[in-house]
C-alpha cells in the first residue's frame, strides 16, 4: 500500500503501477467518486510518454493519447446507467499495442480483457489517499 498525502505528487504510485507494464496491458481502478482515479491515469500517461493534457472521459467514454506506447484512458461509470450499451466501439481503445486504464471497470465485466493489474483507492479521514496495487499473477 501506498499513502500519499492530500494533494501529494503520485509520481511513486505511478512509478510502482508503470514499472513493468507492456502494450496490451489492462490496469482497473477502483474507488469512489472523487478518490482520484484520473489523477492517477494523468501521473501515469506521463510516465509513459504522454504530452498532451490527460482528461476525465466520463461523457466520452474514452480517450486514447500519444504515448509510448499509446494510453487510453477508459471511464465505464455511465455504463451503468445505460443497460444494453453496444460497447463494440469501446473495445478499440483496447488494442493489443495500448495500455489501458479503465475506472469503473465493474459496467464493464462482460467484455473487458483480465486486468493486468487492480489498484483500489480508498480517501482516509485527514484526506490522504491509499493506493493499494494488486498485479496479476506474474506481471508487474
Known sequence: ???VADGGDLTP???AICVGVQPGDCIYLYGAI???????VQSCARRLGV???VTSPTFALAHLYDGTPPVAHLDLYRLGETAGRDTADLLAYLAEDVIAFVEWPEYGTAWLPAATCSVQIELADNGARQFVISPAAGRI
Open 51 to 53: 504530452c498532451e493534457p
Open 34 to 40: 472523487g478518490a482520484g482515479k484520473t489523477t492517477l
Open 13 to 15: 504510485v505511478a512509478e
Open 1 to 3: 500500500m501506498i499513502t
